[in-house]
């Protein structure tokens, strides 16, 4: 450690200045390591020439995770597949293009919404669909399995109704229905449904009152193809008044406790003692009780549910083979059974592991799902000597996750530049520390010209600690304290011990739009969307704008605990991939931040290969605060009032002026707004002024019609 010995036992005649003569010495190792698989760069030069935007695909596992559907193109940029392996190379859309047509100002043709964006692609939602219909038609005809493949879409992993609305129009070719849970997901898929295809399954899980039931009997009635599946034995009981009560014959299905279950997060539910459904004794009372009272040709479905994400095909095939045989049984005692619903569970591979052994991968496609499913569907009904049963599956991540975006910018980000001191400067240092600080400066010195690290590391920590305990007592000074800590920070950088990563202040809440990642640590992608033919010199964290300790990403996929990262240099947008399913119905409203803007976007043969279809503002300051039962009108009238009490009766513009900022400020989200927006004294009023109407204006004239507007505020 020659530069540091150099350091610690200079005493040149210079100036005091805090910058270390040695900070720059070409002969100090580097302070941070390189990143896992980039290689190190020694000059700016060196630096552009050597790197590529495949570099950063292969750094950030994007072929891993994105395919079919995301990619790195040539300008450094993310772009989007919305075909997947069929899409061409002039259809490929590059996300940048949207964030800028999306958040410029409409006076600069865009459409002047706000970060943070929510950008759908129905392009992969369709591919998605399309996809899994045919991994299971290939399966199907592949083992000469003698029905077909039906599926339904879960809608509480994403109600959004373009998105329901999607999944309807885009299944109606197959008869790809929905799964409802609760009363209103049951109202939202029966409305979808009168505009699908008829012979589109409509299954009824969650827990049942008498409202629920008379629902599901009335969407029969109105000539809806549903299930009502019992999912606790005395549900039967209101079900058989009711439909009794209401003349309409009900299809009936059970939903079955097996052994068969996984081990992982996503598996406590299933098993005999998980959360849903009947026990094999339980099945057993329902059907006697059916074939009593003459209903037994009402039992036509066996749903069962082993857990999200199920990591290996083994582990599918050993649950669906157990509820076949219940299947079969069911048809053995007289049940007019007809399908065989096997649940969720069709994973996807969130860091592009393919392993079996994470919660966030697994080891198999959607070819590989399908055939699992049909092969031991088959093999046991065969076996049994029983007619091939409809399969139907409720996938739902993975039909959705891939085809939303979350883009966010980060705003700022901590730097630990460590403050130089020059030779003299280091002298008056010392010679302000107390004799026991002394002491230790003198012992780090003499271990750094040893050469001996550890000895180094300890002395150095015993002297900021020896520092901050009289800085506690008020016998060393603020200037001091700082020069200490910038001491020892240029001692860790030295040895190589020091923890340069840097925060980077994000415009999101966490709780908001990734939800999940703080409620039980599942991991998205999150990557850079442009600047990839850049090389990511620093690495980081990512934190939220919430006054929480938990705002912050601080896990990434591959085991990280930072993102590689490029110095802000202006507008630097990060992208969240992969979370289409469950992020937006299980986001709060943690220090009143509302969801995101959002954006429908489909491949068009236009210039840019896009068309944004659809454009949602995000929820305003007033939206949020009616959640809580607050009323911004008269919130704004009482601030109105005050403002008139406390301004000059000479000066009614000003007084104007402020009335108008405050209902501005109602109607705008509560989210960062962009550089172009700034603090200005308005009419010496110290107010909130933005210089970008079109930009300021755009989120209260898209989200609120003309009865919404306050009539006191200024367009």
């Known amino acids: 450690m020659p530069a540091l010995a150099c350091c610690v036992d200079a005493a040149a005649a210079a100036p005091p200045g805090y910058a270390f003569a040695a900070a720059g010495d070409s002969s100090l190792p580097a302070p941070v390591p390189p990143f896992a698989g980039v290689p190190p760069a020694t000059t700016t030069t060196v630096e552009t020439s050597h790197w590529s935007p495949s570099l950063s695909a292969a750094l950030y596992k994007v072929d891993g995770w994105g395919a079919p559907y995301f990619n790195v193109n040539s300008s450094g940029n993310v772009s989007v597949r919305p075909y997947g392996s069929a899409t061409m190379p002039h259809q490929e859309i590059d996300l940048l293009k949207i964030v800028k047509k999306v958040s410029d100002p409409k006076s600069s043709g865009g459409l002047g919404l706000q970060l943070p964006l929510i950008v759908r692609l129905p392009d992969v939602l369709k591919n998605r669909l399309e996809s899994l219909q045919s991994a299971f038609q ?112 009900p299809v009936i299905g059970v939903r079955a406790k097996l052994r068969t279950k996984h081990s992982g997060h996503f598996g406590s539910t299933s098993g005999e003692k998980g959360k849903f459904g009947l026990t094999t004794t339980q099945i057993l009372r329902v059907v006697r009780k059916l074939e009593q009272i003459g209903m037994l040709d009402c039992l036509q479905l066996l749903h069962f549910h082993i857990g999200s994400q199920i990591p290996t095909t083994a582990l599918l095939a050993d649950g669906v083979s157990e509820a076949a045989q219940i299947y079969c049984e069911l048809v053995r005692l007289g049940a007019h059974m007809r399908i065989i619903d096997i649940g969720g569970g069709l994973g996807i591979d969130y860091d592009g592991s393919k392993s079996s052994d994470s919660e966030i991968s697994v080891s198999y496609g959607l070819d590989e799902y399908a055939l699992a499913v049909v092969r031991a569907v088959r093999f046991v009904c065969d076996r049994r000597g029983v007619k091939h049963p409809v399969i139907c599956s409720e996938s739902g991540r993975a039909i959705v996750s891939h085809h939303s975006v979350l883009i966010f910018e980060a705003v700022s980000a901590s730097t630990y530049e460590t403050p130089g001191m020059s030779a003299l ?85 966490v709780f908001t739009s990734i939800p999940d990642f703080w409620g039980i640590g599942q991991l998205f992608p999150i990557i850079p969307i442009h600047r990839l033919d850049q090389r990511p010199a620093v690495r980081g964290i990512l934190s939220d704008l919430t006054c929480d300790s938990d705002g912050k990403i601080d896990k990434f996929i591959g085991g990280e605990s930072s993102l590689p990262l490029h110095e802000l240099e202006g507008k630097y947008y990060l992208g969240m991939f992969l979370g289409g399913a469950y992020e937006e119905a299980l986001g709060g409203f943690h220090n009143l931040f509302g969801g995101p803007s959002v954006v429908r976007v489909s491949q068009s043969d236009g210039p840019h290969s896009f068309a944004v279809t659809l454009a949602v503002p995000g929820s305003s300051c007033g939206d949020v605060l009616r959640v809580m039962q607050h009323e911004p009108e008269l919130m704004f009238e009482a601030l109105k009032h005050r403002a008139e009490e406390c301004g000059s009766e000479d000066d009614g513009m000003a007084n104007a002026a402020l009335a108008s900022g405050l209902a501005h400020c109602f109607h705008s989200m509560p989210y960062l707004v962009g550089s172009s927006c700034c603090l200005t004294a308005m009419n010496n009023g110290g107010f909130y002024y933005c210089n970008d109407e079109d930009e300021y204006n755009a989120a209260a004239d898209s989200a609120s019609g003309e009865d919404e507007q306050w009539s006191y505020c200024c367009a």
């Not at 180094?456 to 200037?479: H, P």
């Not at 920070?489 to 925060?503: A, L, Q």
């Open 425 to 509: 400067g280091l002298q008056y240092f010392v010679e302000g520390l107390s004799e026991e600080a002394r002491a230790d400066y003198r012992n780090l010195s003499a271990a750094a010209i040893k050469g001996e690290s550890d000895t180094c590391l300890f002395y150095a920590d015993q002297l900021k600690q020896r520092c901050i305990d009289e800085f506690k007592d008020g016998s060393l000074g603020i200037e001091q304290l700082a020069a200490v800590d910038g001491f020892c920070e240029f001692v860790w950088k030295v040895i190589g011990v020091s923890d340069s990563t840097r925060t980077y202040h994000v415009n999101l809440s």
């Open 138 to 249: 290939f399966a199907i005809q592949s083992q000469d399995y003698e029905s077909h493949y039906q599926g339904v879409y879960p809608v509480k992993c994403n109600q959004d109704r373009f998105v329901i609305e999607d999944i309807v129009r885009f299944g109606s070719p197959f008869r790809f229905g929905l799964e409802a849970g609760s009363k209103p997901e049951l109202l939202l898929a029966m409305s979808c449904l009168c505009k699908g295809n008829p012979e589109s399954l409509l299954v009824c899980n969650g827990f049942k009152d008498a409202e629920y039931i008379s629902l599901a009997l009335v969407a029969r009635k109105l000539a809806l193809n549903t299930v009502i599946v019992l999912e606790q034995e005395e549900e039967l009981d209101l079900v058989v008044e009711l439909s009794r009560r209401l003349s309409i014959r």
